[in-house]
């Protein structure tokens, strides 16, 4: 069989002066291909063999499963309108990717002069896209022995963003027993969520805070906070209380001492007490009477 195929290709050469394409053939240098949000990239289309001089060309973007045209007709369109162009023969420069360029693209060549006239090739296209700043949240004050979590996210960042906290412009390391420095803190870094908790706060973990949120595009950092760790005051607290009774103490011993000086009597002497009113004056002064007088008041009326 291998003898038959040399044989023919030998007379073609004769016939022909060159030994023809059997089909055309394409060829990637990478079928998944990664860039970085608007920077250019280029989706390469090689084509290894083919004998038609003007093969049609198509490029097409498949994002969810729906392909849409992006070079057809010989011209850009659809997404990539006015932002990439065709570099002979086949390959598609992207001059100013985006996020929304995340997606398959399936370059066709048609060949209508070739014993197999049609080849296609796939190529998986992710934008990386750089973090923003994340939201971090760090408790102003915390005392001493208690626990406490730090917290830092961003949603922009693709791929996800990994987390790391400063403290006081050091990078604390993913495990504290892996440095002397750290050996005695109690907190765990978890890289995905971006959370820093700790077990127990000790005074050596006050000072400044910040988050960084990192991958392969670029990092971005939250501006730095301010966290203070205080001891707990027992003495202040049992003086509070102390303070607290005193003034429980005082009021009642007041409201009593009212009690029994009647202040919260009920009012029976002014409400209950039957008052005599004044005999009615008459006119007629009997205190006289007895001298056998009987003396009229200058208020008498006949």
């Known amino acids: 069989m291998a003898l038959q195929r040399l044989t023919a290709f030998f007379i073609l050469y004769l016939i022909f002066g060159y030994i023809p394409s059997l089909g055309v053939i394409l060829r990637t240098t990478e079928k998944t291909v990664w860039a970085n ?61 985006s996020r929304a360029d995340t997606a398959e693209y399936r370059c066709e060549v048609a060949a209508i002069d070739d014993h197999k006239h049609f080849d296609e090739i ?6 990386r896209v750089k973090p923003v700043v994340p939201r971090c949240s760090v408790p102003v004050a915390v005392t001493v022995g208690t626990s406490s979590e730090l917290h830092c996210l961003e949603n922009e960042g693709f791929p996800a963003s990994q987390y790391r906290w400063f403290h006081n412009n050091e990078e604390l390391p993913q495990d504290p027993k892996s440095s002397p420095k750290f050996i005695n ?88 007490t039957n008052y005599k009113l004044p005999a009615q004056d008459d006119g007629v002064d009997y205190a006289e009477a007895d001298e056998g007088h009987f003396r009229h008041k200058s208020s008498f009326i006949i």
């Open 37 to 97: 949000e608007f920077e250019p990239i280029e989706l390469t289309c090689l084509i290894e063999s083919i004998s038609t001089n003007n093969p049609r060309i198509e490029w097409k973007k498949i994002q969810n499963g729906v392909p849409s045209y992006v070079y057809f007709q010989n011209q850009i369109s659809g997404d990539l309108e006015h932002r990439a162009q065709l570099i002979q023969p086949a390959n598609l420069l992207i001059l100013n990717t």
């Open 185 to 272: 803190s109690t907190y765990s870094i978890n890289a995905d969520t971006g959370g820093l908790k700790f077990r127990r706060m000790r005074k050596e973990d006050a000072g400044e805070y910040y988050c960084q949120a990192k991958n392969e595009a670029g990092h971005a950092q939250c501006p730095t906070q301010l966290m203070e760790v205080y001891d707990v005051d027992i003495v202040g607290i049992f003086l509070k209380v102390l303070a607290a009774l005193a003034g429980f103490i005082i009021v009642m011993v007041g409201v009593c001492h009212a009690h029994k000086h009647g202040c919260f009597s009920s009012g029976k002497d002014h409400t209950g």
């Open 122 to 127: 796939l190529i998986s296209l992710a934008v």
